[in-house]
Nanobody
Framework: QVQLVESGGDLVQPGGSLRLSCVAS????????MGWYRQAPGNERELVAT???????KYADSVKGRFTISRDNAKRTLYLQMNSLKPEDTAVYYC??????????WGQGTQVTVSS
């Protein structure tokens, strides 16, 4: 029923930028807080940023000042603007509902690779 489809990942050089998108369906999108997560090979999935139904945002310390989470409720889309990318940002990025009791099955994610 609920679908979350991520896109926008790419191979970029350190210092570059990307914007990720997550299109949601099967929910009343505007009512839910949302989050971006990432998982690097050998690592656990970690929370990157969250945005409330009222657009209040929180960020992991590792990305604060570089990433911006936003949403367009009319387009049922969540975004993650990533600037000043570092190799340690390399991961598969996923979106999901927040808080945890609202979370759905994980989608395929989108690969972000930061390398020279």
């Amino acid at each position: 029923q609920v679908q979350l489809v991520e896109s926008g990942g790419d191979l970029v050089q350190p210092g570059g930028s990307l914007r990720l998108s997550c299109v949601a369906s099967g929910i009343t999108f505007s009512l839910y807080a949302m989050g971006w997560y990432r998982q690097a090979p050998g690592n656990e999935r970690e929370l990157v940023a969250t945005i409330g139904s009222g657009s209040s945002a929180k960020y992991a310390d590792s990305v604060k000042g570089r990433f911006t989470i936003s949403r367009d409720n009319a387009k049922r889309t969540l975004y993650l603007q990533m600037n000043s990318l570092k190799p340690e940002d390399t991961a598969v990025y996923y979106c999901n509902l927040e808080p945890s009791y609202n979370r759905q099955s994980w989608g395929q994610g989108t690969q972000v690779t930061v390398s020279s």
